[in-house]
């Protein structure tokens, strides 16, 4: 008995001592902290209540700037590819390429080996002003040596741009003169062009490349169809290829110009944004204008919504591969400390009911290279459609949703005229390269050269094929006579397209040499 009871004594005293130390353990270590989350009151609380918590709590000082502007881009990326947070910077140089201006000294120029040479000097400009010239290096800029030092083109950009009123010192090594010149421009606003390029391909067809749907697009495109319907112009072939798009109010007025009464271009549709429809009104000057457009994979948005309104409405043949398939409506947003956002509020549709926009996917940002895996730059087989999205036109034509315009008239990717001696040419720039050295040397003539006439004529004194296949030769690069006969004469259209671009008339001397080996072009001509 007395066993017994001095046994349930012991466990007794375990269980005290067990209870005593929990009670202890409990004592010394917090509670939980939970927060209660009320998300029926507010969908953002739990993002809120972290802030709140870090912002009371966190062991340090918290730079809420530096970590504001981390939070933004991470958040906005969580909605779609195309919403986006800009930071004063990005944002200033987002609205410029559309603005259709920016303040600086006004030349374009490349860098081929090292050292940045003036290709052009734009008319009007602060550097024609001060006398630059077509062909000067640029040595130095603000005594600060650029030319040999592996310096990137887009930081030279920067240091000569800046608030119109100020200025930047060059140095410039010219043709001829064995000493460096100084120049002191005062920078100015310089005109950005949306209209690359318009011209006559032949006595009734007119070319017009647009670059981007600026905020002066819809005007220069009208002063470039006034100047080549003076010429005789009865068809237009308008390139979009490249063009990734810009002001939806220029797509609509270019659109516009094409249309019929009552024609609808696109209509725009999201969960807060109810539909509204965009529709021409017929006083359009290029109504009587046949039309063909030619788009890429590159070619998007407001690129996207002109092609998709003239197949829709049966108004011109798209030629070329399909677009790049963006089509949302972004809502700028914009705060006082110079920084935005861009946010996606709504959807393009086309006047059949396609949806421009392609399908979110964790391989969205690989979607080019994709097409170009499976095939789909080489084979219209290739190109994946949706018998689902199948639409009709008023005239009867079929066409496709699911993403992207597509065209139709495929034009594969041109491999015709490739060989191992083209692809080590343009591995190493040696078209450019030559052209520079081919320019310097004949620098003064050029500078006379102001038509199409006098360029062909002065290729014609020279033997541009010898000059260009000793070029490379020097430089390690031999064509075989195979070779030589199946890339020849794409290789000579590319030399004389790029010393055309260094004469006065630049890109309207450059684009019509370079199309002539273009086979989406040479389709849309009928060739």
Partial sequence: MNSDRAMRILRVSVWIIIIVMLVILIQRFPKKNVINIDSTKDDWAKLVLVLNSVDRDYVDNIDHQAVTEKILPSVLAALDPHSVYLPPVDLEKADEVLQ??????????????????VTNVIAGGPSEKAGLLSGDRIIKIDDRNVAGVSMQQDSMVSMMRGPRGTKVKLELKREGEDKLIPFTIVRDMIPIH???VAFMINDTTGFIKLSKFSKTSYF???QATLVLREKGMKRLIFDLR??????LDQAMMLSNEFLEKGDLVVYMEG??????????????????????????EASASSSEIFAGAMQDNDRALIYGLRSFGKGLVQEPVYFSDGSGIRLTVARFYTPTGRCIQKPYSDKYEMDILERYEHGEMLSADSIKVNDSLKYVTPGGKIVYGGGGIIPDVFVPLDTVGVTDYLIKCNRQSMVVKFANKFSDRHRTRMRTIKDMDALYAFFAEHNLKREFIDYTTVNGIIPSESDWKISGDILMTQVKAVIG???????????????????????????
């Avoid at 259709?100 to 040479?117: K, R, S």
């Avoid at 965009?278 to 788009?295: M, Q, R």
Wanted: proline share 5%.
């Fill in 100 to 117: 259709g201006g920016f303040d600086g000294i006004g030349i374009q120029f490349n860098v081929p080996n090292d050292t940045a040479i």
């Fill in 194 to 196: 949306s209209v690359d």
């Fill in 220 to 222: 220069e495109f009208l």
């Fill in 242 to 247: 490249d063009n990734t798009g810009g002001y």
């Fill in 271 to 296: 969960k807060n944004r109810p539909r509204q429809d965009l529709v021409a009104d017929g006083k359009g000057s290029c109504k009587d204008i046949e039309l063909a457009v030619l788009i890429n």
């Fill in 501 to 527: 671009r260094y004469t006065p008339m630049g890109d309207d001397a450059f684009y019509p040499i370079y199309l002539e080996n273009d086979n989406v072009v040479q389709r849309a001509l009928g060739e």
